[in-house]
Nanobody
Framework: QVQLVESGGGLVQAGGSLRLSCAAS????????MSWYRQAPGKQRELVAA???????SYVDSVKGRFTISRDSAKNTVYLQMNSLKPEDTAVYYC??????????WGQGTQVTVSS
């Protein structure tokens, strides 16, 4: 059974930083894309950032220049460095991995709250 466990969320003031981590355990092989989503209250879940197995990255426009996604494939771990946080970044952040067979796995979510 595959488990994705996020950590690093919390409460931070506007302008501050947080680093999220998501580690996969269990029988998961050949992870392809690793990604971060977020869902704010009353809003749809949105893709924030993604990184391919080759290291190519993509970001939603609202976080470009502030967030950085990275991965340690040997540890089946993805990170999201979030700088210059804004109140509108407040959400539950979820990681999602796809394996080579395009099967997706979700983490349980971690709360990020940015106070103004």
């Amino acid at each position: 059974q595959v488990q994705l466990v996020e950590s690093g969320g919390g409460l931070v003031q506007a302008g501050g930083s947080l680093r999220l981590s998501c580690a996969a355990s269990g029988r998961i092989f050949s992870i392809n894309v690793m990604s971060w989503y977020r869902q704010a209250p009353g809003k749809q879940r949105e893709l924030v950032a993604a990184i391919s197995s080759g290291g190519s990255t993509s970001y939603v426009d609202s976080v470009k220049g502030r967030f950085t996604i990275s991965r340690d494939s040997a540890k089946n771990t993805v990170y999201l460095q979030m700088n210059s946080l804004k109140p509108e970044d407040t959400a539950v952040y979820y990681c999602k991995f796809w394996n080579a067979d395009n099967v997706g796995y979700w983490g349980q979510g971690t709360q990020v709250t940015v106070s103004s």
